[in-house]
Protein backbone atom coordinates (compact mmCIF):
# COMPACT_ATOMS: atom_id res chain seq x y z
CA UNK A 1 0.00 0.00 0.00
CA UNK A 2 2.99 2.18 0.66
CA UNK A 3 4.34 1.98 -3.18
CA UNK A 4 2.83 4.57 -5.72
CA UNK A 5 4.00 2.12 -8.69
CA UNK A 6 3.40 -1.53 -8.39
CA UNK A 7 5.11 -4.17 -10.71
CA UNK A 8 4.04 -7.91 -11.17
CA UNK A 9 5.91 -9.89 -13.54
CA UNK A 10 4.03 -13.39 -14.82
CA UNK A 11 5.72 -13.66 -17.84
CA UNK A 12 8.75 -15.78 -16.56
CA UNK A 13 7.02 -16.27 -13.24
CA UNK A 14 3.99 -18.10 -13.28
CA UNK A 15 3.25 -18.83 -9.74
CA UNK A 16 2.45 -14.65 -9.42
CA UNK A 17 0.05 -15.20 -11.32
CA UNK A 18 -2.46 -15.59 -8.49
CA UNK A 19 -0.65 -13.09 -6.09
CA UNK A 20 -1.09 -10.04 -8.82
CA UNK A 21 -4.86 -10.80 -8.61
CA UNK A 22 -5.02 -11.08 -5.23
CA UNK A 23 -2.75 -7.63 -4.89
CA UNK A 24 -5.44 -5.96 -7.55
CA UNK A 25 -8.08 -7.38 -5.70
CA UNK A 26 -6.90 -6.16 -2.28
CA UNK A 27 -6.12 -2.63 -3.75
CA UNK A 28 -9.58 -2.74 -5.36
CA UNK A 29 -11.26 -3.01 -2.32
CA UNK A 30 -9.48 -1.09 -0.05
CA UNK A 31 -9.22 1.94 -3.20
CA UNK A 32 -10.97 4.33 -0.07
CA UNK A 33 -7.73 3.65 2.22
CA UNK A 34 -5.77 5.05 -0.48
CA UNK A 35 -4.02 8.21 0.04
CA UNK A 36 -2.04 8.77 -3.04
CA UNK A 37 -2.87 7.46 -6.59
CA UNK A 38 -1.72 4.35 -7.70
CA UNK A 39 -0.18 2.61 -10.88
CA UNK A 40 -0.50 -0.91 -11.17
CA UNK A 41 1.22 -2.66 -14.23
CA UNK A 42 0.91 -6.03 -14.68
CA UNK A 43 3.77 -7.43 -17.39
CA UNK A 44 2.02 -10.32 -19.39
CA UNK A 45 3.22 -12.23 -22.53
CA UNK A 46 2.21 -12.54 -25.90
CA UNK A 47 1.49 -15.89 -25.80
CA UNK A 48 -2.46 -14.57 -24.63
CA UNK A 49 -2.57 -14.27 -28.27
CA UNK A 50 -1.15 -17.28 -29.52
CA UNK A 51 -4.78 -18.77 -30.75
CA UNK A 52 -5.75 -15.84 -32.13
CA UNK A 53 -6.99 -16.01 -35.59
CA UNK A 54 -6.82 -12.55 -38.45
CA UNK A 55 -8.97 -10.47 -38.03
CA UNK A 56 -9.17 -10.59 -41.95
CA UNK A 57 -8.78 -14.61 -43.48
CA UNK A 58 -7.94 -13.36 -46.68
CA UNK A 59 -5.20 -10.99 -45.57
CA UNK A 60 -3.73 -12.96 -42.89
CA UNK A 61 0.16 -11.11 -43.03
CA UNK A 62 -1.42 -8.14 -41.47
CA UNK A 63 -0.22 -7.48 -37.81
CA UNK A 64 -2.26 -7.67 -34.71
CA UNK A 65 -2.11 -4.14 -32.39
CA UNK A 66 -3.53 -3.31 -29.04
CA UNK A 67 -7.13 -2.43 -31.17
CA UNK A 68 -7.00 -6.27 -31.37
CA UNK A 69 -6.80 -7.43 -27.49
CA UNK A 70 -10.58 -8.12 -27.27
CA UNK A 71 -10.30 -10.73 -29.63
CA UNK A 72 -7.35 -12.64 -28.24
CA UNK A 73 -6.87 -16.05 -27.51
CA UNK A 74 -4.43 -17.24 -25.36
CA UNK A 75 -2.10 -20.61 -25.50
CA UNK A 76 -4.06 -23.72 -23.52
CA UNK A 77 -1.09 -23.22 -21.43
CA UNK A 78 -1.50 -19.73 -20.09
CA UNK A 79 -5.44 -18.88 -19.21
CA UNK A 80 -4.69 -18.41 -15.82
CA UNK A 81 -2.08 -15.34 -17.52
CA UNK A 82 -5.32 -14.37 -20.23
CA UNK A 83 -7.40 -14.44 -16.99
CA UNK A 84 -5.03 -12.14 -14.75
CA UNK A 85 -5.37 -9.39 -17.79
CA UNK A 86 -9.05 -9.18 -17.58
CA UNK A 87 -9.23 -8.90 -13.92
CA UNK A 88 -6.67 -6.24 -13.79
CA UNK A 89 -8.44 -4.06 -16.60
CA UNK A 90 -11.73 -4.53 -15.06
CA UNK A 91 -10.07 -3.13 -11.45
CA UNK A 92 -8.81 -0.68 -13.61
CA UNK A 93 -12.34 0.92 -14.77
CA UNK A 94 -13.87 0.79 -11.01
CA UNK A 95 -11.39 3.19 -9.09
CA UNK A 96 -9.98 5.32 -12.12
CA UNK A 97 -9.18 8.24 -9.34
CA UNK A 98 -7.22 6.15 -7.02
CA UNK A 99 -6.13 3.47 -9.41
CA UNK A 100 -4.93 2.97 -12.87
CA UNK A 101 -3.95 -0.22 -14.30
CA UNK A 102 -2.17 -1.10 -16.75
CA UNK A 103 -1.45 -4.65 -18.81
CA UNK A 104 1.94 -4.79 -20.87
CA UNK A 105 2.13 -7.50 -23.46
CA UNK A 106 5.20 -8.30 -23.76
CA UNK A 107 7.14 -10.04 -26.77
CA UNK A 108 9.61 -12.40 -26.51
CA UNK A 109 12.25 -11.18 -24.45
CA UNK A 110 15.91 -11.21 -25.27
CA UNK A 111 19.05 -9.57 -24.36
CA UNK A 112 21.24 -9.42 -20.91
CA UNK A 113 21.78 -13.42 -19.73
CA UNK A 114 19.05 -14.36 -21.73
CA UNK A 115 16.29 -16.52 -21.07
CA UNK A 116 13.86 -18.11 -23.88
CA UNK A 117 16.55 -18.29 -25.77
CA UNK A 118 19.27 -19.25 -23.47
CA UNK A 119 19.75 -22.41 -24.99
CA UNK A 120 20.59 -21.18 -28.00
CA UNK A 121 23.47 -18.99 -26.81
CA UNK A 122 24.87 -21.72 -24.53
CA UNK A 123 25.03 -24.37 -27.67
CA UNK A 124 26.49 -21.76 -30.00
CA UNK A 125 28.92 -20.40 -26.74
CA UNK A 126 29.94 -24.40 -26.80
CA UNK A 127 30.57 -24.39 -30.91
CA UNK A 128 28.18 -26.75 -31.20
CA UNK A 129 25.94 -27.15 -34.44
CA UNK A 130 22.36 -25.14 -33.44
CA UNK A 131 19.26 -27.38 -33.59
CA UNK A 132 16.34 -25.90 -35.40
CA UNK A 133 13.00 -27.46 -34.36
CA UNK A 134 10.65 -27.76 -37.45
CA UNK A 135 10.82 -25.62 -40.59
CA UNK A 136 11.75 -22.91 -38.57
CA UNK A 137 9.29 -20.60 -40.47
CA UNK A 138 7.10 -19.57 -37.89
CA UNK A 139 7.50 -15.91 -36.52
CA UNK A 140 8.11 -14.91 -33.49
CA UNK A 141 7.34 -11.35 -31.77
CA UNK A 142 10.49 -10.44 -29.92
CA UNK A 143 11.20 -7.50 -27.43
CA UNK A 144 14.91 -6.45 -25.65
CA UNK A 145 14.36 -6.24 -21.95
CA UNK A 146 16.19 -3.49 -21.76
CA UNK A 147 13.38 -1.68 -24.01
CA UNK A 148 10.76 -2.91 -22.36
CA UNK A 149 12.59 -1.85 -18.72
CA UNK A 150 12.05 1.59 -20.91
CA UNK A 151 8.36 0.89 -21.74
CA UNK A 152 7.43 0.17 -18.10
CA UNK A 153 9.59 3.89 -17.36
CA UNK A 154 7.56 5.49 -20.11
CA UNK A 155 4.18 4.38 -18.43
CA UNK A 156 4.60 5.37 -14.92
CA UNK A 157 5.97 8.94 -15.79
CA UNK A 158 2.94 9.32 -18.60
CA UNK A 159 0.26 7.42 -17.56
CA UNK A 160 -0.91 7.13 -20.91
CA UNK A 161 -4.88 6.37 -21.91
CA UNK A 162 -4.37 3.20 -23.22
CA UNK A 163 -4.50 0.47 -20.95
CA UNK A 164 -3.53 -2.71 -22.72
CA UNK A 165 -0.43 -2.00 -24.53
CA UNK A 166 1.38 -4.56 -27.11
CA UNK A 167 5.46 -4.21 -26.37
CA UNK A 168 7.73 -5.65 -29.58
CA UNK A 169 10.73 -4.48 -31.54
CA UNK A 170 9.76 -3.48 -35.08
CA UNK A 171 11.18 -6.82 -36.63
CA UNK A 172 9.13 -9.85 -37.21
CA UNK A 173 12.12 -12.54 -37.49
CA UNK A 174 11.18 -16.15 -37.85
CA UNK A 175 12.86 -18.67 -35.59
CA UNK A 176 15.20 -19.82 -38.60
CA UNK A 177 16.55 -16.25 -38.56
CA UNK A 178 17.55 -15.87 -35.10
CA UNK A 179 19.01 -19.42 -34.81
CA UNK A 180 20.90 -18.72 -38.27
CA UNK A 181 22.06 -15.42 -36.54
CA UNK A 182 22.84 -16.71 -33.29
CA UNK A 183 25.19 -19.36 -35.25
CA UNK A 184 26.51 -17.51 -37.61
CA UNK A 185 27.77 -14.83 -35.05
CA UNK A 186 28.56 -16.92 -31.90
CA UNK A 187 28.73 -20.40 -33.07
CA UNK A 188 30.10 -22.60 -35.39
CA UNK A 189 27.29 -21.36 -38.25
CA UNK A 190 26.06 -24.97 -38.83
CA UNK A 191 22.29 -25.02 -38.02
CA UNK A 192 20.81 -28.39 -38.20
CA UNK A 193 17.13 -29.56 -38.45
CA UNK A 194 15.66 -31.36 -35.78
CA UNK A 195 11.61 -33.08 -35.07
CA UNK A 196 9.93 -30.69 -33.00
CA UNK A 197 8.66 -33.75 -31.30
CA UNK A 198 12.80 -34.02 -29.88
CA UNK A 199 12.70 -30.54 -28.61
CA UNK A 200 12.14 -31.35 -24.85
CA UNK A 201 15.27 -33.95 -25.29
CA UNK A 202 17.13 -31.14 -24.97
CA UNK A 203 17.69 -30.74 -20.79
CA UNK A 204 18.04 -26.32 -21.28
CA UNK A 205 14.49 -26.69 -23.00
CA UNK A 206 11.60 -26.28 -20.80
CA UNK A 207 8.04 -26.97 -21.87
CA UNK A 208 6.95 -23.00 -21.15
CA UNK A 209 10.33 -21.86 -23.70
CA UNK A 210 9.52 -24.37 -26.10
CA UNK A 211 5.56 -23.80 -26.50
CA UNK A 212 7.19 -19.60 -26.50
CA UNK A 213 9.57 -20.71 -29.44
CA UNK A 214 7.08 -22.15 -31.29
CA UNK A 215 4.52 -19.51 -31.64
CA UNK A 216 3.71 -17.73 -34.59
CA UNK A 217 2.28 -14.55 -34.41
CA UNK A 218 2.74 -10.99 -35.84
CA UNK A 219 2.32 -8.41 -33.96
CA UNK A 220 2.81 -4.27 -33.94
CA UNK A 221 3.80 -2.02 -31.03
CA UNK A 222 1.40 0.69 -32.63
CA UNK A 223 0.62 2.43 -29.06
CA UNK A 224 4.39 2.71 -28.18
CA UNK A 225 5.57 3.83 -31.89
CA UNK A 226 2.88 6.93 -31.73
CA UNK A 227 2.73 8.03 -28.20
CA UNK A 228 6.05 7.22 -26.83
CA UNK A 229 10.16 8.52 -26.57
CA UNK A 230 11.48 5.68 -26.03
CA UNK A 231 15.32 5.30 -26.49
CA UNK A 232 15.85 1.89 -28.03
CA UNK A 233 18.28 -0.37 -27.83
CA UNK A 234 17.32 -2.87 -29.87
CA UNK A 235 14.05 -0.85 -31.89
CA UNK A 236 15.35 -3.09 -35.84
CA UNK A 237 14.82 -6.56 -33.80
CA UNK A 238 16.95 -9.51 -33.14
CA UNK A 239 18.77 -10.07 -35.83
CA UNK A 240 19.85 -6.70 -36.72
CA UNK A 241 21.18 -6.16 -33.54
CA UNK A 242 22.62 -9.68 -32.86
CA UNK A 243 26.46 -8.75 -31.86
CA UNK A 244 25.45 -5.87 -29.13
CA UNK A 245 22.96 -9.00 -28.03
CA UNK A 246 25.80 -11.40 -28.11
CA UNK A 247 28.06 -9.31 -26.20
CA UNK A 248 25.23 -8.46 -23.48
CA UNK A 249 25.11 -11.96 -22.85
CA UNK A 250 28.94 -13.03 -22.53
CA UNK A 251 29.51 -9.71 -20.04
CA UNK A 252 26.14 -10.42 -18.00
CA UNK A 253 27.51 -14.22 -17.51
CA UNK A 254 30.94 -13.82 -17.08
CA UNK A 255 32.07 -15.23 -20.39
CA UNK A 256 34.61 -13.09 -21.30
CA UNK A 257 37.41 -15.24 -23.10
CA UNK A 258 40.90 -15.68 -21.19
CA UNK A 259 43.57 -14.58 -23.87
CA UNK A 260 46.72 -15.78 -22.45
CA UNK A 261 50.66 -15.34 -23.47
CA UNK A 262 52.95 -17.61 -22.04
CA UNK A 263 56.56 -17.25 -23.31
CA UNK A 264 59.88 -18.16 -22.00
CA UNK A 265 63.31 -20.53 -23.40
CA UNK A 266 62.93 -23.71 -24.57
CA UNK A 267 62.91 -26.20 -22.08
CA UNK A 268 61.27 -24.19 -19.68
CA UNK A 269 58.08 -25.28 -19.45
CA UNK A 270 55.83 -23.32 -21.48
CA UNK A 271 53.96 -26.35 -22.73
CA UNK A 272 53.34 -28.52 -19.62
CA UNK A 273 52.31 -25.19 -18.02
CA UNK A 274 50.08 -24.01 -20.72
CA UNK A 275 48.10 -27.64 -21.35
CA UNK A 276 47.18 -27.50 -17.36
CA UNK A 277 45.76 -24.06 -17.31
CA UNK A 278 44.06 -24.53 -20.30
CA UNK A 279 42.05 -27.58 -19.23
CA UNK A 280 41.45 -25.74 -15.65
CA UNK A 281 40.06 -22.82 -17.38
CA UNK A 282 39.07 -24.89 -20.58
CA UNK A 283 40.59 -22.45 -23.07
CA UNK A 284 42.06 -24.05 -26.25
CA UNK A 285 45.89 -24.32 -26.02
CA UNK A 286 47.48 -22.94 -29.53
CA UNK A 287 50.91 -24.42 -30.19
CA UNK A 288 52.87 -23.19 -33.32
CA UNK A 289 52.88 -26.47 -34.80
CA UNK A 290 48.95 -27.69 -34.34
CA UNK A 291 47.92 -24.63 -35.58
CA UNK A 292 50.13 -25.05 -39.54
CA UNK A 293 49.26 -28.51 -39.47
CA UNK A 294 45.31 -27.53 -38.58
CA UNK A 295 45.43 -24.75 -41.49
CA UNK A 296 46.78 -26.96 -44.31
CA UNK A 297 45.19 -29.65 -43.36
CA UNK A 298 41.79 -27.62 -43.73
CA UNK A 299 43.38 -26.38 -46.79
CA UNK A 300 43.34 -29.90 -48.54
CA UNK A 301 40.48 -30.95 -46.94
CA UNK A 302 38.77 -27.81 -49.17
CA UNK A 303 40.38 -28.69 -52.21
CA UNK A 304 39.30 -32.30 -51.88
CA UNK A 305 35.76 -31.07 -51.55
CA UNK A 306 36.03 -28.95 -54.53
CA UNK A 307 37.27 -31.27 -56.49
CA UNK A 308 34.42 -33.86 -55.77
CA UNK A 309 31.99 -31.04 -56.02
CA UNK A 310 33.67 -29.67 -59.67
CA UNK A 311 33.10 -33.71 -60.68
CA UNK A 312 29.94 -34.62 -59.33
CA UNK A 313 28.85 -30.78 -61.46
CA UNK A 314 30.09 -32.40 -64.44
CA UNK A 315 28.36 -35.73 -64.08
CA UNK A 316 24.85 -33.61 -63.31
CA UNK A 317 25.27 -30.82 -65.29
CA UNK A 318 21.55 -30.80 -66.32
CA UNK A 319 20.25 -31.85 -63.00
CA UNK A 320 17.72 -29.34 -61.27
CA UNK A 321 19.43 -27.66 -58.39
CA UNK A 322 17.20 -26.21 -55.44
CA UNK A 323 18.01 -22.29 -55.48
CA UNK A 324 15.72 -21.51 -52.46
CA UNK A 325 18.01 -23.94 -49.88
CA UNK A 326 21.08 -22.44 -51.92
CA UNK A 327 20.41 -19.09 -51.10
CA UNK A 328 19.34 -20.27 -47.08
CA UNK A 329 23.05 -21.24 -47.06
CA UNK A 330 25.33 -19.17 -44.84
CA UNK A 331 27.91 -17.17 -46.60
CA UNK A 332 31.17 -18.53 -45.84
CA UNK A 333 34.64 -16.89 -46.37
CA UNK A 334 36.32 -19.43 -48.46
CA UNK A 335 40.08 -20.07 -48.61
CA UNK A 336 42.14 -19.50 -51.66
CA UNK A 337 43.08 -22.48 -52.98
CA UNK A 338 46.02 -21.06 -54.88
CA UNK A 339 47.85 -20.44 -51.43
CA UNK A 340 48.16 -24.24 -51.12
CA UNK A 341 50.68 -24.35 -53.74
CA UNK A 342 52.41 -21.88 -52.15
CA UNK A 343 52.95 -23.22 -48.74
CA UNK A 344 53.68 -26.28 -49.97
CA UNK A 345 56.77 -24.86 -52.36
CA UNK A 346 57.63 -22.63 -49.44
CA UNK A 347 57.84 -25.68 -47.30
CA UNK A 348 59.81 -27.73 -49.57
CA UNK A 349 62.59 -25.15 -49.98
CA UNK A 350 62.65 -24.19 -46.58
CA UNK A 351 63.51 -27.36 -45.47
CA UNK A 352 59.62 -28.55 -44.14
CA UNK A 353 59.44 -24.72 -42.21
CA UNK A 354 56.86 -21.78 -43.23
CA UNK A 355 57.61 -18.31 -43.65
CA UNK A 356 56.13 -15.89 -40.99
CA UNK A 357 53.77 -14.28 -43.90
CA UNK A 358 52.05 -17.54 -43.81
CA UNK A 359 52.49 -19.09 -40.04
CA UNK A 360 51.04 -14.80 -38.68
CA UNK A 361 47.94 -15.72 -41.59
CA UNK A 362 47.17 -19.13 -40.03
CA UNK A 363 47.21 -17.71 -36.27
CA UNK A 364 45.62 -14.79 -36.91
CA UNK A 365 42.63 -17.03 -38.70
CA UNK A 366 42.95 -19.20 -35.43
CA UNK A 367 42.86 -16.86 -32.44
CA UNK A 368 39.66 -15.07 -34.83
CA UNK A 369 38.10 -18.00 -35.06
CA UNK A 370 34.83 -18.68 -32.90
CA UNK A 371 36.14 -21.03 -30.27
CA UNK A 372 39.41 -18.68 -29.24
CA UNK A 373 36.66 -15.99 -28.77
CA UNK A 374 34.22 -17.74 -27.15
CA UNK A 375 36.11 -19.71 -24.75
CA UNK A 376 39.11 -17.92 -24.82
CA UNK A 377 43.65 -19.78 -25.71
CA UNK A 378 46.50 -19.95 -24.39
CA UNK A 379 49.38 -18.87 -26.71
CA UNK A 380 52.57 -21.17 -26.35
CA UNK A 381 55.44 -19.30 -26.58
CA UNK A 382 54.55 -17.80 -29.60
CA UNK A 383 54.83 -14.69 -31.01
CA UNK A 384 58.76 -15.65 -31.01
CA UNK A 385 60.19 -12.63 -32.26
CA UNK A 386 59.35 -8.83 -31.83
CA UNK A 387 58.49 -8.86 -35.96
CA UNK A 388 55.92 -11.58 -35.49
CA UNK A 389 54.62 -9.98 -32.66
CA UNK A 390 53.86 -6.77 -34.07
CA UNK A 391 52.54 -8.79 -37.43
CA UNK A 392 50.60 -10.49 -35.65
CA UNK A 393 48.99 -8.24 -33.32
CA UNK A 394 48.72 -5.12 -35.57
CA UNK A 395 45.30 -3.38 -35.21
CA UNK A 396 42.75 -4.03 -38.16
CA UNK A 397 41.44 -1.81 -40.36
CA UNK A 398 38.38 -2.09 -38.63
CA UNK A 399 39.72 -1.16 -35.13
CA UNK A 400 42.07 1.77 -37.25
CA UNK A 401 38.38 3.09 -38.38
CA UNK A 402 36.48 3.20 -34.91
CA UNK A 403 39.46 4.69 -33.40
CA UNK A 404 39.67 7.50 -36.24
CA UNK A 405 35.64 7.89 -35.48
CA UNK A 406 36.37 8.37 -31.79
CA UNK A 407 38.57 10.49 -31.67
CA UNK A 408 40.80 8.40 -29.87
CA UNK A 409 42.69 6.58 -32.91
CA UNK A 410 46.40 6.84 -30.81
CA UNK A 411 45.02 4.40 -28.23
CA UNK A 412 42.69 2.15 -29.95
CA UNK A 413 45.12 1.51 -33.22
CA UNK A 414 48.10 0.15 -31.23
CA UNK A 415 47.34 -3.51 -30.92
CA UNK A 416 44.18 -5.53 -32.22
CA UNK A 417 42.49 -5.97 -28.83
CA UNK A 418 40.28 -8.89 -29.96
CA UNK A 419 43.44 -11.21 -30.53
CA UNK A 420 45.91 -9.63 -28.19
CA UNK A 421 46.63 -11.27 -25.34
CA UNK A 422 45.89 -9.78 -21.72
CA UNK A 423 47.64 -11.89 -19.76
CA UNK A 424 51.11 -12.31 -20.62
CA UNK A 425 53.62 -14.30 -19.30
CA UNK A 426 57.30 -14.82 -18.93
CA UNK A 427 59.05 -17.57 -17.79
CA UNK A 428 62.79 -17.34 -17.51
CA UNK A 429 65.71 -19.80 -16.00
CA UNK A 430 69.07 -20.74 -16.56
CA UNK A 431 70.93 -22.81 -19.16
CA UNK A 432 71.99 -25.55 -16.85
CA UNK A 433 68.90 -25.90 -15.03
CA UNK A 434 66.73 -25.91 -18.65
CA UNK A 435 69.53 -28.73 -19.65
CA UNK A 436 69.07 -30.54 -16.50
CA UNK A 437 65.38 -30.08 -16.91
CA UNK A 438 65.00 -31.52 -20.63
CA UNK A 439 67.75 -34.48 -19.72
CA UNK A 440 65.70 -35.94 -17.18
CA UNK A 441 62.18 -35.90 -19.16
CA UNK A 442 61.02 -39.01 -19.88
CA UNK A 443 62.00 -40.76 -23.06
CA UNK A 444 58.14 -40.54 -24.89
CA UNK A 445 58.65 -37.05 -24.63
CA UNK A 446 61.53 -36.65 -25.84
CA UNK A 447 61.72 -38.75 -29.24
CA UNK A 448 61.00 -37.15 -32.39
CA UNK A 449 61.61 -33.35 -31.17
CA UNK A 450 64.39 -31.03 -30.39
CA UNK A 451 64.75 -31.45 -27.14
CA UNK A 452 68.15 -33.09 -27.48
CA UNK A 453 71.24 -31.87 -26.12
CA UNK A 454 72.59 -30.73 -29.16
CA UNK A 455 69.09 -29.23 -29.95
CA UNK A 456 68.16 -27.77 -27.17
CA UNK A 457 71.99 -25.85 -27.24
CA UNK A 458 71.42 -24.49 -30.79
CA UNK A 459 67.69 -23.50 -29.77
CA UNK A 460 68.79 -21.70 -26.52
CA UNK A 461 71.22 -19.86 -28.56
CA UNK A 462 68.82 -18.92 -31.00
CA UNK A 463 66.29 -17.60 -28.50
CA UNK A 464 68.60 -15.15 -26.62
CA UNK A 465 69.74 -13.92 -29.55
CA UNK A 466 66.15 -13.22 -30.50
CA UNK A 467 65.37 -11.80 -27.10
CA UNK A 468 67.72 -9.73 -25.71
CA UNK A 469 67.24 -6.19 -23.58
CA UNK A 470 67.23 -4.08 -26.20
CA UNK A 471 64.97 -6.27 -29.16
CA UNK A 472 62.20 -8.93 -28.17
CA UNK A 473 58.99 -9.77 -27.86
CA UNK A 474 58.69 -8.42 -24.01
CA UNK A 475 59.33 -4.56 -25.60
CA UNK A 476 56.32 -5.05 -27.93
CA UNK A 477 54.03 -5.86 -25.25
CA UNK A 478 55.39 -3.04 -22.66
CA UNK A 479 56.76 -0.49 -24.89
CA UNK A 480 54.58 -0.98 -28.24
CA UNK A 481 51.66 -1.37 -26.81
CA UNK A 482 52.04 -0.59 -23.06
CA UNK A 483 50.49 -4.06 -21.62
CA UNK A 484 51.73 -5.22 -18.12
CA UNK A 485 54.28 -8.84 -18.04
CA UNK A 486 54.50 -11.17 -15.65
CA UNK A 487 57.31 -11.83 -15.21
CA UNK A 488 58.46 -15.14 -13.39
CA UNK A 489 62.19 -15.39 -12.73
CA UNK A 490 64.77 -17.53 -12.40
CA UNK A 491 64.60 -18.17 -8.64
CA UNK A 492 60.83 -19.51 -8.42
CA UNK A 493 60.97 -21.60 -11.57
CA UNK A 494 64.22 -23.37 -10.43
CA UNK A 495 62.82 -23.17 -7.29
CA UNK A 496 59.88 -25.53 -8.16
CA UNK A 497 61.38 -29.29 -9.03
CA UNK A 498 57.97 -30.83 -10.12
CA UNK A 499 58.29 -31.54 -13.32
CA UNK A 500 54.14 -30.55 -14.01
CA UNK A 501 55.44 -27.41 -12.71
CA UNK A 502 52.44 -27.20 -10.21
CA UNK A 503 53.44 -24.61 -7.80
CA UNK A 504 53.90 -22.26 -10.91
CA UNK A 505 50.36 -23.39 -12.05
CA UNK A 506 48.96 -22.75 -8.43
CA UNK A 507 50.42 -19.55 -8.58
CA UNK A 508 49.33 -18.53 -11.81
CA UNK A 509 46.01 -19.48 -11.32
CA UNK A 510 45.14 -18.17 -7.49
CA UNK A 511 46.85 -14.40 -8.14
CA UNK A 512 46.71 -13.73 -11.87
CA UNK A 513 44.11 -16.12 -13.72
CA UNK A 514 41.77 -16.35 -10.13
CA UNK A 515 38.14 -18.30 -11.35
CA UNK A 516 37.42 -19.34 -14.85
CA UNK A 517 34.95 -17.21 -17.41
CA UNK A 518 32.71 -20.54 -18.34
CA UNK A 519 29.51 -22.34 -17.53
CA UNK A 520 31.38 -24.02 -15.13
CA UNK A 521 31.11 -28.40 -15.36
CA UNK A 522 28.72 -29.39 -17.69
CA UNK A 523 25.89 -32.39 -16.87
CA UNK A 524 27.88 -34.86 -18.09
CA UNK A 525 30.93 -33.61 -16.33
CA UNK A 526 29.21 -33.75 -13.17
CA UNK A 527 27.74 -36.57 -13.65
CA UNK A 528 31.39 -38.50 -14.21
CA UNK A 529 32.56 -36.56 -11.51
CA UNK A 530 30.19 -37.95 -8.84
CA UNK A 531 30.76 -41.06 -10.66
CA UNK A 532 34.32 -41.16 -9.72
CA UNK A 533 33.51 -39.96 -6.41
CA UNK A 534 31.11 -42.75 -5.21
CA UNK A 535 33.99 -45.37 -6.87
CA UNK A 536 36.06 -43.56 -4.83
CA UNK A 537 34.43 -43.35 -1.96
CA UNK A 538 33.39 -47.23 -2.13
CA UNK A 539 37.30 -48.12 -3.09
CA UNK A 540 37.75 -46.42 0.05
CA UNK A 541 35.11 -48.21 2.18
CA UNK A 542 36.84 -51.24 0.60
CA UNK A 543 39.78 -50.71 1.25
CA UNK A 544 38.95 -49.80 5.20
CA UNK A 545 36.81 -52.97 5.42
CA UNK A 546 39.33 -55.30 4.16
CA UNK A 547 42.23 -53.75 6.71
CA UNK A 548 39.29 -54.04 9.35
CA UNK A 549 38.72 -57.68 8.04
CA UNK A 550 42.52 -58.23 7.98
CA UNK A 551 43.15 -56.67 11.13
CA UNK A 552 40.79 -58.52 12.77
CA UNK A 553 42.24 -61.87 11.37
CA UNK A 554 45.28 -61.08 12.28
CA UNK A 555 44.29 -60.17 16.42
CA UNK A 556 42.61 -63.89 15.77
CA UNK A 557 45.74 -65.81 14.90
CA UNK A 558 47.14 -63.95 17.31
CA UNK A 559 45.12 -64.25 20.42
CA UNK A 560 45.11 -67.97 19.17
CA UNK A 561 48.61 -68.27 19.23
CA UNK A 562 48.95 -66.76 22.91
CA UNK A 563 46.86 -68.70 23.96
CA UNK A 564 48.35 -72.02 23.17
CA UNK A 565 51.57 -70.55 23.95
CA UNK A 566 50.09 -69.85 27.60
CA UNK A 567 48.57 -73.23 27.49
CA UNK A 568 51.73 -74.84 26.69
CA UNK A 569 53.29 -72.91 29.21
CA UNK A 570 50.88 -73.75 31.82
CA UNK A 571 51.28 -77.60 31.10
CA UNK A 572 54.84 -77.18 31.50
CA UNK A 573 54.44 -75.14 34.96
CA UNK A 574 52.29 -77.99 36.12
CA UNK A 575 54.60 -80.36 35.22
CA UNK A 576 57.69 -79.14 36.67
CA UNK A 577 55.62 -78.77 39.78
CA UNK A 578 55.13 -82.16 40.10
CA UNK A 579 58.60 -83.03 39.42
CA UNK A 580 60.03 -80.54 41.97
CA UNK A 581 56.88 -81.71 44.52
CA UNK A 582 58.14 -85.60 43.79
CA UNK A 583 61.93 -84.83 44.36
CA UNK A 584 61.12 -82.74 47.26
CA UNK A 585 59.02 -85.86 48.57
CA UNK A 586 61.77 -88.22 48.53
CA UNK A 587 63.35 -87.68 51.68
CA UNK A 588 60.47 -87.17 53.88
CA UNK A 589 58.94 -90.63 52.32
CA UNK A 590 61.94 -92.00 53.49
CA UNK A 591 61.77 -90.68 56.59
CA UNK A 592 58.65 -91.92 57.24
CA UNK A 593 59.02 -95.28 55.94
CA UNK A 594 62.35 -96.02 58.06
CA UNK A 595 60.32 -94.28 61.23
CA UNK A 596 57.24 -94.06 61.17
CA UNK A 597 55.74 -96.97 59.24
CA UNK A 598 56.88 -100.05 60.60
CA UNK A 599 55.03 -99.25 64.02
CA UNK A 600 52.46 -97.14 62.55
CA UNK A 601 51.44 -100.57 60.37
CA UNK A 602 52.20 -102.75 63.05
CA UNK A 603 49.91 -100.77 65.52
CA UNK A 604 46.88 -100.47 62.94
CA UNK A 605 47.27 -104.40 62.19
CA UNK A 606 46.91 -104.66 66.13
CA UNK A 607 43.78 -102.48 66.16
CA UNK A 608 42.42 -104.53 63.34
CA UNK A 609 42.54 -107.54 65.18
CA UNK A 610 41.63 -106.45 69.04
CA UNK A 611 38.98 -104.01 68.05
CA UNK A 612 39.07 -101.81 70.59
CA UNK A 613 35.93 -99.31 71.47
CA UNK A 614 38.19 -95.96 71.44
CA UNK A 615 41.08 -97.20 68.50
CA UNK A 616 42.61 -94.13 68.42
CA UNK A 617 43.19 -94.00 72.32
CA UNK A 618 44.58 -97.78 72.20
CA UNK A 619 46.38 -96.88 69.07
CA UNK A 620 48.13 -93.95 70.63
CA UNK A 621 49.13 -96.34 73.88
CA UNK A 622 50.72 -98.44 71.58
CA UNK A 623 53.07 -96.52 69.59
CA UNK A 624 53.94 -95.12 72.99
CA UNK A 625 54.88 -98.31 74.42
CA UNK A 626 56.59 -99.70 70.90
CA UNK A 627 58.15 -96.50 70.08
CA UNK A 628 61.40 -97.92 69.06
CA UNK A 629 63.43 -94.65 69.73
CA UNK A 630 62.04 -94.79 73.57
CA UNK A 631 64.08 -96.89 76.15
Not at 20 to 41: G, R
Not at 80 to 102: C, D, M, R, W
Not at 117 to 131: E, G, I, Q, T, V
Not at 300 to 324: H, M
Request: overall charge negative; hydrophobic content about 35%; some cysteine.
Amino acid sequence: MECDVIIYDIIHEPDQVDEACWAISTLNSQAEKIDKPKIFILLSTVMTWAKTKPADPEDPDIPFTEEDFRRRKCHPSYKEHLAAEKTVIKFGKSNKKKLTTYVVCAGLLYGQEENILHYLFKSAWHNNDLCLYGNGKNILPTMHINDLAAVIQNIADQKPKARYIVAVDDSKPTLKQITKAVSKNLGSGKVKPVAKEDALLNKEITQSDFDMISIDLKMDAAFIKENMQIRWVAENGFVENVQKIIKEYKTSRNLIPFKVCILGPPGVGKSTIAQQLAQHYKVHHIHIKDVINQAIENLNKFAKRTENETEKLNEDGDAEVDQEEEEEEEEEEQPDLSELDAINENMESNNGRLDDQYVIKFFKERLMSKPCQNQGFILDGFPKTREQAQALFEPDEQEEEAGEENGSDEEVTKFNKTISPEIIIKLDASDDFLCKRIMNLPEKLVQDTHNTEDGLTRRLSEYRDLNNEDNSVLNVFEEDFELDVIKLGAELVEEDKSFLHKNLVDLIKSNYMKEPRNYGLSSAEKAELKRIEIEQRLLKERQEREERERLEAEEAIERVKKQTEWNEKLEQIKKEEVEYLETQSIPLRNYLMTHVMPTLTKGLIECCKIKPDDPIDYLAEYLFKNNPQVD
